[in-house]
Structure formats: C-alpha cells, structure tokens
C-alpha cells in the first residue's frame, strides 16, 4: 500500500520528516484509511531525550508535525471528493501551528504509532487531531493547523 508522501510531486518531497527524496531524513510514511490517517515508527536512540531509553521531546513533536501534515493533504483530496490515487500530485500543506501535550515518556527503539483524525477544513485551512502511542499507551497527543499552499 503507497503513503500518503508517495503522492507528493517529486520537486516537494525533500521534507526531513518524510520526504522520499531525503535520505538523511526520517522516511516517515503515513497511510490513509479513510476516517484517520496511521504511520507506524521506532525512534533510534540516537533521539535520547534527558531520561535514559526516552525520546527526546522534539522528535516526538517533527513526527506529529509531518504526519499530521500527510493526514490533511488525505482529507483535504477526499472533502474535494478525490483519492490519493486520481493521477494528479496531492496538495501540498505547511504547519500554521502545533499543539503537542506530552503524557508520558515516549520510549526508544519500539514501534510507535502516530494517529491523525480530521477535526475540520476551512478553505485551505485543515485542523487535524493527533496521538502518538507506544503499544496502547497514549505517549503524546496534538493539534495541528495545516495551511495549503497557494500555487
């Protein structure tokens, strides 16, 4: 099944999140079901935050960014009554803001998943509800203002 980041137009998928075109980067891919966006990741203790064996708390919010940032380029194409797959380059998103909550600790080195849920579009605005868990545990959560960018 393709990520939602294999739709982006090649010249606008160098993101260091999830860009396919950004070796250095995560390569983060998120997939698109319909009512909620899902990726799946193991942050690399390279990512230590100030506590041993947990994350550092800015991976924890790039990876709700980039993801939440996919998720409404999904619901945006599907309020325009698209797929991902209609042949054209999903449009492209920038953050207008972020809103993480962190709940707990975020471990390193297991999968985590990141979940994104539409909260509403308005125009070319997109506010996208977000989690990210370890197992079951709700490590973080989020709120994510995506603006479409004019072009």
Do not use: W
């Not at 230590?48 to 800015?58: K, L, M, N, V």
């Not at 619901?75 to 209609?86: N, V």
């Amino acid at each position: 099944m393709k990520a939602i980041q294999d739709y982006y137009a090649p010249e606008m998928s160098h993101c260091f999140g999830c860009g396919n075109r950004n070796a250095a980067g995560y390569q983060l891919k998120s997939h698109f079901h319909g009512s909620h966006a899902e990726a799946r990741f193991t942050i690399d203790r390279q990512y230590s935050g100030g506590f041993p064996d947990y994350a550092y708390g800015g991976i924890v919010a790039s990876l709700l960014d980039c993801h939440g940032i996919a998720a409404a380029a999904a619901f945006f194409q599907q309020a325009q009554g698209k797929t991902l797959d209609s042949g054209e380059a999903v449009p492209r998103f920038v953050t207008g803001s972020l809103k993480v909550d962190y709940k707990r600790p975020t471990p390193l080195g297991v999968e985590i998943r990141l979940l994104g849920k539409l909260r509403s579009i308005e125009g070319r605005r997109v506010v996208v509800e977000l989690e990210l868990l370890a197992g079951e545990e709700v490590c973080a959560t989020g709120e994510l203002l995506a603006v479409q960018l004019k072009g």
